[in-house]
């Protein structure tokens, strides 16, 4: 079970077996199912392998390799770098803002996930110096290693955009439901977007407010979170017979990556609520908070000379800015790697990856340095900014880590799993699960439809799953 400790911060119970985890779940049939189709291995006799392994981040990806080493060498040797004692159950913060959860129900502790056989660094890393087999830290400590997890997930940067500020978050109809401060342990961006939701219902009860939700250029943390913020506020709005003008600008050119969802989005979900329009193409580079003016650039195609050769006119493309007038904006900020791994040798130098975690697809092996691996948001693959998608990295990458360790060939492979509980709704949720090769549902349930049960599984069953058995390596 979990309590409150003297810090307010959620206490987490260990030693929680898997039977004891349903049964506090209600022996659910779903959370029986996710079990079954984890990717948790069998239990197997601990490896003897020897070795000093690093681990940088404290976040889910972080701890839940540190859990999986702790349980699959005999005599592990791990250090941890990590500045936040807090530990945020980060998928909640969408929940906070539509009011289904506050701030204290995310908030847990690292000093209940990390053990004291674990010696933990309570800094951040600075400087990444693979060629040394060691890392720097903000406070200068140099520490080295022998085999290195870098866990340390993704930045949020607002700067980014012109004429916007973290401080300006909460204030002139502005909204961003990512803000957070992992350090502190504070999630600020759930709380503001509730009050932001509240907000536009007094602005609707009086007109109709112009609303505009945003998606950047970048890859970012769960990719159906913008969507998620638009269909839940419409939603909001709906239930109590009010409306508002909805757009949804967005750089890419359709709704979600996977076919079956993306149908169901734009011809199920989008006309229900009729008020919806969508701006593909459309990036946001500045605002203008005074005067509620937001401007995105995308792309203007003009026609050019005929060419006689390939007998068609050549397209001219020009880069526009195009202004919005608003009322209320959810803004996505662009995001990358931390500062430390991109100005680093172990980020991908070139090409659409370029900054983040250069690591093999299918192994999680760094290409150039064979004793680095990466887990969660930070790995430059092609799928995979979820918490879903860690969970299924964790137990791929500890066996082939554990195989470099020992000298055998890695033969653990990521699919690249990912899974968005896509809110569509109050009290529907479309499951998208998807690999590199497209849909892959863990159950026999169409992956475009949108269902109450996933939401049930997500609001009241995905958090102690979090907490009891992700973070204990047990899943």
């Known amino acids: 079970m979990s309590k409150l400790d003297q810090n307010g911060y959620v206490k987490i119970v260990s030693g929680m077996s898997r039977r004891d985890a349903l049964k506090m779940m209600g022996l659910s049939p779903i959370a029986a199912g996710v079990l079954a189709s984890s990717s948790a291995p069998v239990e197997a006799k601990a490896s003897d392998a020897k070795g000093k392994i690093v681990i940088v981040g404290g976040g889910a990806g972080g701890i839940m390799a540190m859990a999986r080493l702790r349980r699959a060498l005999s005599e592990p040797d791990i250090t941890i770098i990590a500045p936040n004692e807090v530990h945020l159950y980060q998928p909640g913060q969408v929940f906070m803002a539509a009011g289904e959860y506050t701030h204290e129900d995310i908030v847990g502790s690292n000093l209940d996930l990390i053990p004291d056989d674990v010696k933990w660094i309570k800094d951040e890393v600075a400087r990444f110096e ?194 919005m007038q608003y009322d209320f904006i959810h803004i996505v900020p662009p995001m990358s790697a931390p500062k430390a791994v991109v100005e680093s040798p172990l980020a991908w130098q070139q090409g659409s990856a370029q900054g983040w975690l250069e690591v093999d697809r299918e192994t999680l092996q760094h290409t150039r340095y064979p004793n680095v691996f990466g887990i969660g948001d930070v790995c430059g693959i092609p799928l995979g900014k979820t918490g879903g998608s860690a969970r299924h990295h964790g137990p791929i990458m500890v066996a082939n880590l554990i195989a470099q360790m020992e000298k055998k060939e890695l033969t653990q492979k990521f699919d690249g799993y990912t899974v968005c509980p896509l809110k569509t709704q109050y009290g529907k949720i479309i499951l998208a699960e998807f690999n590199y090769e497209g849909a892959a549902p863990s159950f ?32």
């Open 130 to 323: 693979p060629d040394n087999n060691r890392v720097v830290t903000r406070g200068g400590e140099s520490v080295t290693y022998d085999f290195l997890v870098v866990a340390t997930g993704l930045v949020y940067h607002y700067e980014q955009i012109e004429g916007l500020s973290i401080d300006m978050i909460g204030k002139n109809g502005i909204s961003s439901v990512y803000l957070n401060d992992l350090e502190k342990g504070t999630a600020e961006g759930g709380t503001i977007t509730w009050k932001w939701f509240n907000d536009l219902k007094q602005a609707a009860q009086k007109g109709k407010p112009r609303v505009i939700c945003t998606q950047p250029a970048t890859p970012i943390k769960c990719g159906g979170a913008p969507q998620k913020i638009l269909y839940l506020a419409d939603d909001f709005l709906k239930r109590e017979g009010l409306d508002a003008d909805f757009v949804f600008a967005l750089n890419g050119d359709k709704l979600f990556g996977v076919p079956e969802v993306n149908e169901t989005l734009a011809k199920v979900v989008q006309p229900r609520y009729g008020n919806i329009t969508n701006k593909f193409t459309h990036n946001l580079v500045a605002i203008d908070a005074e005067k509620k003016i937001a401007t995105f650039e995308t792309k203007k195609y003009t026609q050019g000379a005929y060419d006689e050769d390939l007998e068609e006119y050549e397209m001219i493309e020009e880069i526009v800015r195009v202004p």
């Open 444 to 475: 026999p349930l169409a992956v475009g439809e949108e269902r109450w049960i996933w939401w049930a599984f997500d609001l009241y069953m995905l958090k102690p799953m979090y907490w009891h058995l992700m973070m204990r390596g047990l899943m």
